[in-house]
């Protein structure tokens, strides 16, 4: 399952990255969003972009784009 599938309320675990520019995916990383990191998703922006989720106590905001190479595990 991909990040952008989500709906506001649901929580999840990240399982990888696929692909994507390594600065963003370190920028992630840096954030608290590593592997294995639980999740919830906070809010969806209209038309889904951005979406934003609370992981490791911080809001991230993460561009529907963006959300496209995250994989997730639906909790």
């Known amino acids: 399952m991909i990040l952008?599938?989500?709906k506001v309320g649901d929580r999840g675990k990240i399982a990888k990255f696929l692909g994507g520019q390594p600065d963003y995916r370190?920028?992630?990383?840096m954030l608290g969003a590593t592997p294995g990191a639980t999740f919830e998703v906070v809010r969806v922006a209209p038309?889904?972009?951005p979406?934003?989720?609370r992981v490791r106590g911080s809001m991230v905001s993460?561009?529907?784009?963006?959300?496209e190479i995250v994989e997730v595990e639906k909790l």
């Not at 370190?26 to 990383?29: A, I, K, Q």
Request: no cysteine; aromatic share 0%; glycine share 10%.
């Open 4 to 6: 952008n599938e989500l």
């Open 26 to 29: 370190r920028h992630l990383l």
């Open 47 to 49: 038309m889904g972009d």
């Open 51 to 53: 979406i934003e989720i």
């Open 62 to 67: 993460v561009r529907k784009g963006e959300a």
